[in-house]
């Protein structure tokens, strides 16, 4: 150990705030040294030995259930304003509550972050990161075998309904197509590649990164049940943070020797900054936040895929067992030029009727679905606090469609999804379309429905984005260093400068990797 303390003492090397999907890495891989200590302050409970959320099948099961911060939105102007957050509160965070769909980001994605001021974030540089955590069962040179993570491509032998889409979208001009080959995939479909092993059990940051090693890492300590109310700082050096005992009585203080990672997810990390006096100063002030770095980009650059429905009665049986209910994909460029999609569209075996029921949509339980999404969405929204207190829920605006180019990838969706399922392949399984239903036809009905019902993929980022030195939108720099203080660091989904154009779990994994890669650069 660095010093005098234990791994059981209020002392750490570490502290990692948040034992997340990014957290849980970057605690997994400081530990290797058995000289650095780390604790992980988690506000969930344990997933050892929890079926419900180890099993990925039941991922469904757990939205808006005890393990779920449920955060509403806030009353959108062009968006759904019933529309749910869910974000993971147990240990693995969202990488413990999701449907494990596992993509690389696409070169462009990432070299577009580095090139907008984010030095040593190119593809280049972070595509081994991706290798150094995967244990990928495609073929080719391109992918990892020994990493933690271990991923699965699936084949769909169990749905004709799958395969039949699939034929459909080659009718439609749209190939069966592999995906995560290291090149981009502008138009095309296929089944997904998942992060569970071969029993299906999810392959979270926690499962893959620290369940081999906890109660074994005597340098590592990871606490559950506790919520982290404000961080700890000395001047400008953050030193630690308060949090909140599982007995919902006392608050206690944990310190770090080097560095405080706060890694609570692209809604609590904002949060949790501006509760601790990092943020735009006219808003904390509002609050009667006490302000430490006026920095305005806390909060803002919420990012995220909108998501709608589509959803068909079945005319055969769909299949009654899966490893996740949503196995395959398709994406898809709507307008000429674009190096990557601006369209994917999620296959659903099963109803989802989660936004369309409320509203009088017929529903079923033999139905199947497509759900398109916009990939890379304009509209831009905010997080900010409620009030000063830490038990409240922060405001949550996506201001879904307030950008004109969102409405338009989603029409288009919408209509696109309707000619796939008109194709010769598919007339054995589409029977009646039940949302939003054969009456829906011109561009401002389908807008009218989306607005109503639309959902989102889940993928909230980029609220605490990094960036160049002088750019002071950005509250990170490019070493994920938060401006204007030290010895604080933020590794989660809220760094992106711009959300990946494919579901980012994996990515916030890589993330995790980059920062102990950053964090053991600098601790030299
Ligand atoms: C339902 C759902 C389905 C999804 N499906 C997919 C998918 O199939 N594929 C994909 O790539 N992505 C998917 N995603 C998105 C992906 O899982 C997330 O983007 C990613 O996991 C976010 O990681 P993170 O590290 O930013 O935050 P999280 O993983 O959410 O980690 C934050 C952690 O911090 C904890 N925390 C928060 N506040 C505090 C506090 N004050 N004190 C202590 N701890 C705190 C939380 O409890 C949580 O454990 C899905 C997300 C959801 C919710």
Redesign the pocket.
């Known amino acids: 150990m660095s010093s005098d303390a234990t791994a059981s003492a209020e002392v750490f090397d570490y502290v990692v705030?948040?034992?997340?999907?990014?957290?849980n890495v970057v605690a997994a891989r400081l530990t290797e040294d058995p000289d650095v200590t780390v604790c992980v302050?988690?506000?969930?409970p344990s997933d050892v030995g929890d079926d419900n959320v180890l099993q990925l099948d039941r991922?469904m099961g757990?939205?808006e259930s005890g393990y779920d911060?449920d955060y509403p939105v806030e009353p959108q102007s062009s968006g759904n304003s019933f529309m749910r957050h869910?974000?993971?509160?147990?240990?693995?965070?969202?990488?413990s509550?999701?449907?494990?769909?596992?993509?690389w980001a696409p070169a462009e994605d990432l070299d577009a972050w580095a090139a907008g001021g984010c030095t040593g974030w190119t593809a280049e540089e972070l595509f081994p990161l991706y290798r150094r955590l995967e244990n990928n069962d495609a073929p080719g040179d391109h992918h990892g075998r020994s990493g933690p993570v271990k991923l699965r491509t699936l084949k769909g032998a169990d749905d004709p309904c799958g395969n039949a889409l699939l034929e459909a979208c080659a009718q439609a001009g749209i190939p069966t197509t592999p995906f995560n080959t290291g090149k981009t995939v502008i138009r095309g479909a296929n089944w997904f590649q998942i992060n569970s092993d071969e029993n299906n059990v999810r392959q979270s940051s926690s499962v893959a990164y620290l369940h081999p090693i906890m109660g074994k890492r005597p340098n590592l300590e990871v606490r559950t049940g506790?919520?982290?109310?404000r961080l700890v700082f000395e001047g400008k050096r953050c030193v630690g943070t308060e949090?909140l005992d599982p007995d919902q009585i006392h608050t206690r203080t944990v310190r770090a020797r080097r560095e405080v990672v706060v890694?609570?997810?692209?809604i609590?990390t904002p949060k949790?900054l501006m509760l601790s006096g990092i943020g735009p100063a006219t808003h904390l002030r509002e609050h009667g936040v006490d302000v430490l770095v006026d920095s305005p980009g806390v909060g803002e650059n919420l990012q995220d895929h909108p998501e709608g429905v589509i959803m068909w009665e079945a005319k055969q049986p769909m299949p009654t067992r899966s490893s996740q209910w949503w196995e395959a994909g398709i994406f898809y460029d709507t307008e000429p030029g674009l190096d990557r999609p601006d369209l994917m569209f999620h296959y659903g075996q099963v109803p989802f009727d989660m936004n369309t029921a409320r509203h009088g949509y017929p529903t079923t339980d033999n139905a199947f679905c497509l759900t398109p999404n916009v990939t890379r969405a304009r509209s831009k929204g905010t997080v900010r606090l409620r009030t000063r207190d830490?038990r409240d829920k922060p405001m949550v605006d996506p201001r879904y469609f307030t950008d004109e180019h969102d409405a338009r990838v989603m029409t288009y969706g919408l209509k696109l999804a309707r000619r796939i399922a008109e194709q010769p392949a598919l007339s054995g399984w589409a029977g009646a379309e039940l949302a939003p239903g054969p009456d829906v036809r011109t561009d401002d009905e389908l807008l009218d429905y989306i607005h109503n019902t639309h959902n989102t993929?889940?993928?909230p980022?980029c609220t605490v984005k990094m960036g160049a030195d002088d750019d002071v939108f950005a509250p990170l720099d490019a070493r994920l260093r938060v401006k204007g203080v030290e010895g604080l660091r933020v590794a989660?989904?809220?760094v992106m400068p711009d959300l990946v154009t494919v579901?980012?779990?994996?990515t916030?994994m890589m993330i995790g990797e980059k920062c102990s890669d950053l964090l053991k650069g600098d601790a030299r």
């Open positions: 705030v948040g034992g997340g999907t990014a957290g302050l988690e506000a969930g991922w757990l939205l911060w869910a974000r993971a509160k147990v240990l693995g965070g969202c990488s509550h999701n449907s494990c769909i596992a993509f506790v919520r982290a109310k949090y890694s609570c997810g692209s609590d949790l830490f993929v889940y993928h980022a989660d989904g809220s579901n980012p779990c994996i916030t």
